[in-house]
C-alpha cells in the first residue's frame, strides 16, 4: 500500500489537533479532554498527517491515494509506550511461580533470581539472537497498536552485555519504522561479585559504560532504579549527574517498593519521567507536583505482582502531567499490550477513559520527548493510527479489556502486517 492514504466513514477521529503550537502534554482536568471529530476523514500523505475534517467536507480525492473504508470504526494515534524492557534472553514463569506459591518480587531477587537470572541468560546469549528475539516482540507490539516506544538496558550488568544490549536497541532502531528511544538502565541491579563493592559497580558504570555509550552514540536517556534493596538516592544521584554530563538526560524506576526518595531523586535530576510510583506519599507528590517529571504509571507491573496501584487521581489533582507505558519486561510485566494496560489504568487506577488514553498518547510521546512527532492527529505528525472495527462508544476500548478491538494499525500511513 502506498504511504498516501485517505480514511473515510471514521465515525470518531480521537486526539485531533487544529492548529499549532501543538500542544506539549496534558495535565490536571486537561486530560479529561480528548479533541474528537465525529463522521470524519483523515489524509495521511507521505507518512504524515495533511488533513483531516468532517465527512461533510469530503474533499475530492486524487487517483493514486488508498481508500480506506473504516466502516464506521475509530481513529485515534498509536500507543506511545514510554517505558519497556524488550530486549531479554528468556522468559521466567518459574518465578511466576514462586510468585503464587507466597515468595515476593524481593525474596526471588534476594536469591539471586530476578533481574540476576535474567542477566546470566543475556550474558550468555549472542547479539544476533538477542535481536531475532526483541525484533519478534517488537513487531508483534505494532500490531497490537504500539507506534512508539522507549526500551532499555539493564540486563547486562557488565560493560560488554550492557553494550550488546545497547547495539541491539540500536539495530531495532533501524529495523522498524517507528521510532524507538534507547535507555540505558546499567544501574538495574548489583551483579553478584559487586554485592559487597557497591561503589566498584558505580564506578563501573561511570568510568566504564557511560564512556562507551556516550562515544557509541548508543543511548538517549540513563535509567536507575532507585528503590528498597536496589540502588540508593546517593548512588542513584552519583549516577544520573555523571549520565548528564555525557548528555544523557534522567529517567528513574522511583517507588516501586517503597519510598526510599527515588521521586525526589527523579525531580532533582530534572528527570524527563520517574517511572513506577506504586508507594507514594505526600512528599513525593508535592516533589512532582513542582516539577516538569512526568509521571509514568505501570499498571501492568502492579497487577502482575500485586502491589498496590499508583495514586493516579491524587496525581492528576496535583496536575502532574501522567503518562501510562507497559513495563514489558520477563520479570514483572510479561506484556506489552497497550491496550490491556489502558483498561488497567481505568479498572484498577479509576482513570478515565480519556484520561487513560491521553496519559498512552500524547502524554507517553512527551515522556519519550517525541510529542512533536507522534501522540495527536496533527497536521504534520507521523500518519500512525490505529483504525478501530464498530464500537459503540469511546469507553467501549477500555471496557473490552482482554481482547482486542483494532481493527488496522498503519504506521507512516501503511497498513502494519506484521
Ligand atoms: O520495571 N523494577 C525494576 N525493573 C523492572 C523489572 C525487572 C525484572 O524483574 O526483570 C521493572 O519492573
Ligand atoms: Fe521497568
Known amino acids: 500500500m502506498s504511504s498516501s492514504v485517505f480514511i473515510k466513514n471514521i465515525a470518531r477521529l480521537l486526539q485531533v489537533e487544529q492548529n499549532p503550537p501543538f500542544e506539549m502534554a496534558r ?142 536497541i540500536r539495530r531495532l532502531k533501524a529495523a522498524v519504522p517507528i521510532p524507538v528511544k534507547a535507555t540505558f538502565l546499567g544501574a538495574h541491579a548489583f551483579p553478584q561479585a559487586y554485592r559487597h563493592n557497591r561503589n566498584g559497580y558505580i564506578r563501573l558504570i561511570i568510568e566504564e559504560m557511560l564512556p562507551q555509550i556516550a562515544a557509541e552514540q548508543l543511548a538517549d536517556y540513563c535509567d536507575v532504579f532507585c528503590d528498597k534493596g536496589f540502588f540508593t538516592p546517593e548512588e542513584s544521584n552519583e549516577i544520573l549527574q555523571a549520565a548528564r554530563r555525557y548528555g544523557l538526560k534522567a529517567k528513574v524506576h522511583a517507588n516501586e517498593l517503597g519510598i526510599t526518595g527515588g521521586v525526589q531523586v527523579a525531580v532533582e535530576n530534572a528527570a524527563i519521567s520517574a517511572d513506577h510510583l506504586e508507594c507514594m506519599d505526600e512528599a513525593a507528590i508535592a516533589a512532582l507536583a513542582n516539577s516538569d517529571t512526568f509521571a509514568t504509571l505501570l499498571p501492568a507491573c502492579a497487577f502482575f505482582l500485586g502491589l498496590s496501584y499508583a495514586p493516579a487521581r491524587q496525581l ?38 480519556e484520561e487513560a488514553i491521553n496519559a498512552a498518547t500524547l502524554n507517553g510521546a512527551a515522556a519519550m520527548e517525541l510529542q512533536h512527532e507522534c501522540g495527536t492527529i496533527a497536521r504534520g505528525k507521523r500518519g500512525n493510527v490505529i483504525i478501530t472495527k464498530p464500537i459503540p462508544a469511546l469507553a467501549y476500548l477500555p471496557y473490552n479489556f482482554g481482547d482486542t478491538s483494532i481493527a488496522r494499525v498503519l504506521i507512516n500511513g501503511s497498513e502494519w502486517l506484521g
Not at 494496560?341 to 479509576?350: D, G, H, P, Q, Y
Request: proline residues 4%; contains cysteine; charged residues 20%.
Open 27 to 168: 495535565r490536571g482536568t486537561e486530560m479529561k479532554q480528548l479533541p474528537s471529530i465525529d463522521h470524519a476523514f483523515l489524509l495521511i500523505e507521505n507518512g504524515n498527517i495533511a488533513d483531516f475534517g468532517s465527512m461533510e467536507q469530503y474533499p475530492t480525492v486524487p487517483s493514486y491515494y488508498t481508500v480506506i473504508d473504516a466502516k464506521g470504526g475509530y481513529v485515534l494515534p498509536t500507543w506511545c509506550d514510554s517505558h519497556t524492557h524488550i530486549v531479554f534472553a528468556a522468559t521466567r514463569e518459574e518465578e511466576f511461580v514462586y510468585k503464587i506459591q507466597g515468595m515476593s518480587y524481593e525474596d526471588i531477587a534476594a536469591k539471586g533470581g530476578g533481574i540476576l537470572n535474567s542477566a546470566r541468560k543475556l550474558q550468555a546469549m549472542s547479539e544476533d539472537e538477542l535481536f531475532e528475539q526483541a525484533l519478534h516482540r517488537l513487531r508483534r507490539l505494532i500490531a497490537l497498536g504500539t507506534g512508539a516506544i522507549e526500551i532499555k538496558s539493564g540486563y547486562g550488568l557488565s560493560t560488554d552485555a550492557e553494550l550488546k544490549m545497547l547495539r541491539v
Open 316 to 353: 492528576m489533582e496535583a496536575n502532574v502531567p501522567i503518562a501510562i507505558a507497559s513495563d514489558f519486561n520477563p520479570g514483572t510485566s510479561p506484556t506489552g499490550n497497550m491496550n490491556f494496560v489502558v483498561s488497567l489504568a481505568c479498572i484498577k487506577m479509576k482513570m478515565l477513559p
